[in-house]
């Protein structure tokens, strides 16, 4: 039998490495955090990568608050975060001058976590996105803006034909 | 756990974890055993480079792996009994290796890789794995299965010459051959 070509073998090596690699179960990833670390109940979740973006965007929605109850942001002194008694909590009307301007969403990462089977018998893949919503809001009186932005996490089914 | 250890983790998880599983799935027939592999593999390797660790571990973690099949005892000899079964009974590897490929057409044509892939000595299986989804070089591969390095590149491309073999096979042989084979003689007895 004649010996394949190199040119017949790099082709064969291309398709195969065009095949991607089953990806493991989920609960292999719980597994792994639990013996690397006992107390790392559930990284699987990422919620951890979120925490500082989650922390910042809290801190920015409190100092934007507080700056728009002072007398309608015209305050030339810095606004400190503070939890003292004696800064007056937002109240609805004032937030509710904020008129949405922009809404813009950052695709992080998209994750095929495989198949699965849907309780009507069908079949549909698993796609985990990972995103951050930036939200741009104004006051149309003092032309003050906030931005503050959210990280989002959404599962999408995506229907597959079976043949 | 410190956030950036467990996202350090998380990182070999995403980047080597299909193809760890491949390679396990070479050494044991059984899915749960392969997870159980991965699973030590990871284990020591961060046991062994710990959190402060900033380099990519993935050589480690396939030396690991194969460290970890021979500590439980999978000896070549019951691993190759193994295999055979597992070559003749794809369903116990607990699913398709690889990721199904859209469209159906294309699809088959994995099913078909994968089968004949399946059907190679479990030897060029591993060393396959290693260099095409593990991405090694052929000195990582070497150390990964305690062979030469000359002896791994030698492996793979004999692997890949088998393979390609048995692939065009296959594509030359006549669609209807089978039916110009002659009938077993048992079918003969009964139906002169």
Known sequence: ?163 | MPDAAAQRWSTWYRDHGPALLLFARQITSCSADAEDLVQEAFTRTWRHLGEGALEDPKSLLFLNLRRAAVDHGRSVRSRRERETRWASDPSQTGGSLFEPVFPFVADERRRELEGHLASLPPEAREVLVLKIWGDLTFEEIGRTLEIPTQTAASRYRAALERLHRRLTAVESRPAHAHLSQPLPAAILRHHP
């Open chain 1, 1 to 163: 039998m004649n010996q394949p070509t190199h040119d017949e073998l790099s082709s064969l090596e291309a398709e195969l490495a065009s095949l991607r690699p089953a990806q493991p179960p989920r609960a292999l990833r719980t597994r792994i955090a639990r013996s690397i670390e006992p107390q790392a109940a559930e990284p699987a979740t990422g919620l951890a990568e979120w925490r500082p973006l989650a922390q910042a965007a809290a801190v920015v929605l409190t100092v934007a608050t507080i700056a728009f109850s002072i007398e309608g942001g015209r305050s030339a002194t810095p606004v400190v975060a503070t939890t003292s008694k004696k800064e007056a909590p937002a109240t609805t009307n004032e937030v509710s001058r904020l008129q949405p301007v922009e809404s813009v969403q950052y695709v992080l990462s998209a994750d095929n976590e495989g198949m699965v089977e849907l309780p009507d018998g069908s079949f549909a893949r698993l796609i985990r996105t990972r995103s951050v919503q930036h939200f741009e809001l104004e006051d149309p009186t003092s032309r003050a803006r906030l931005s503050y932005a959210l990280p989002r996490e959404d599962v999408l089914l995506v229907a597959v034909d079976a043949f």
